[in-house]
DNA sequence: TGTCATTTTAAACGCATGTTTTAAAAAATA
DNA sequence: TATTTTTTAAAACATGCGTTTAAAATGACA
């Protein structure tokens, strides 16, 4: 394995773990045991690192994702909120294959770019990877017509930040959850979980005043 | 006023702001107008600081919001969700009679405690302030008792996660909701968009499987 | 095999961090 | 007022950070 491919693998680990701003590089260079110099020299900074990092995720996730959403879009004239939302299922859970936990981690990596870094990686996604976006607002719209754009807007943002905490906090819930409930828990329990509560949310009856 | 209190204010607006990693001491006592060494001779360290900030708020909070629970407890039988998480909103909005936008503040700092610092503070949290929990569950349980406490337990933190996401990136979300709807939007309107969401979530029909 | 570009290595750089120290100032106490 | 305690102040401390440097090792190719 290539010295680059060795930090990006180190990488995503440990800032799912604990953040881009308390992981430092030299921890990084330890774990994928390569220099600490290697990260400027191949990647330029700890910033391109991150960049590079969402990038490898991103550019796997989208295509599968969009077309995800097209195909809802395609299939059905007007289809429910849980059918919008499975189909985000599938293209999660797909990361696993494409990586161990690959689902977990991404998913943990999205909320550290809402949190840390002044969002300067908030701006990075949404400028580079607009399909998603755009193909889900559609298929809401198609699924609940009666809510405004202002309702959608709100809706999809606190969705987003039940997917994203969720995540972001998966590690600890789920050590909660088994203590308490002596159960096995996975991510994909969890995402299975989340789709009737943002699809009950989103589609909740407008305010009447 | 005191120098405990000047670097308290100023703490709290820095550490909402940026997370309690990225803000520094300096930054505090520069912002606060005391000297550095303030920092660690009231208060002992950075995580102490921490400590009483949470402190500070929730000692305001805790006791209005267990009352205003366990008022939908005792006056209703089964009450509905909606009335279950209307009963946060004068709470918290109290918060701004206490410190100038206290309510965002304080569900920003609340949304760090969760992400930042490997979870400490949740710890923290949890451990110091049970009866807003405790009394939160069960009046879930009263609206809905078809819900299972495993199903409680994660749906109540999609609704954390919800209400501190949004919170987090408030800021934000309103500037961009205020250029595209031409339209005031303030925090107090939020937490009332919020309430039909995280009921209809929470109130969502039960996985059959 | 010898040459040149690429990659790895160890060391240092400059800077910022949380914390501690020591002394001066202020406040409280008697 | 004299003495003790509490608070402020400036400076230094030790540590860890991201990054840079310059030399050594490696690899590709003529």
Redesign the pocket.
Known sequence: M???TKILNAAEILFAEKGF?A??????TSDA?????????????????IKALMKRYLDQLSPVLVSALVKVNEQELKPTLEQVFTAFVEPLLSLNDYRENGTSIFLQLLGRSYTDSQGFLRWFITTNYPGIIDNFVTAVHRAYPELSTEDIFWRLHFTMGTAVFTMSSTGALIDIAENDFCEKVDVAGVIYRIIPYVAAGVGAPVSSV
Not at 33 to 49: I, Q, R, T, W
């Open positions: 290539d010295t680059k701003t992981t430092s590089l030299r921890e990084i045991e390569v220099n600490l110099a290697a990260v400027n020299y191949h990647f330029g900074s700890k910033k391109e690192l």
